[in-house]
């Protein structure tokens, strides 16, 4: 079973912009990076993804990310979905994948571990889903065709995900854990992330 993963990431000078009270444009910057690098080594440390790629529309942070040794592929379409639908098109071209996975670039939790349960509990004609910490979106999403369903990425895009699945008729895994729950995108998170007793050491990467 072939497995491609897609992480989609916005630009440096733009992304995390519900910290911009907290952190400098700088910081959040090195921000985006450190959070790609810890889904990189969650995505490909686990054994079980054979392809990761990076849809973006900054063609500089794709330089980056390429010299980090993902497949870079810039977006010209605005909007997450857009750029995952070209991701997968783009993917399926180039090559025959059973299977897609989907990973959120703002969990600063994420282990390798998390990535193989996911692989694990999939099955031809089914997806897997982690949800956020509040029940309401979707922070990872693995599934069994690469073509199973559109994606539904935005506000309530668990439930989203799930009646697409429901309506192709497709089994339905939920995965839950701390570690893929928790997301960082305001100031409370960052917080919150700092008063945690779990560790989440930036990882070091080739500079941009």
Known sequence: MATAAIVPLRSLHDGKQRLSGVLSSAERGALVQQLFLRAHAAILGSGCVDLLCVVSPDADLLA?????????????????????????????????????????PDLPLIQATD??????????????????????????????????????????????????ARSHGLTIKRYTASSVAFDLDTAEDLNLLRESDVSSQ???????
């Open 115 to 164: 990535i193989a349960a996911m692989a694990r509990l999939s099955q031809p004609q089914s997806i897997v889903i982690a949800s956020d910490r509040h029940g309401s979106g979707t922070n990872a999403l693995l599934m069994q065709p690469a073509s199973a369903i559109p994606f539904r990425f935005g506000a309530h895009s668990l439930q989203r995900h799930l009646a697409a």
């Open 202 to 208: 930036p990882l070091s990467g080739p500079g941009i």
């Open 64 to 104: 980056w990310v390429e010299r980090a040794g993902a497949v870079p592929l810039l977006q010209s379409d605005a909007g997450l979905n857009a750029g995952l639908e070209y991701a997968r098109h783009t993917l399926t071209e180039r090559g025959s994948w059973s299977s897609l996975l989907v990973v959120l």
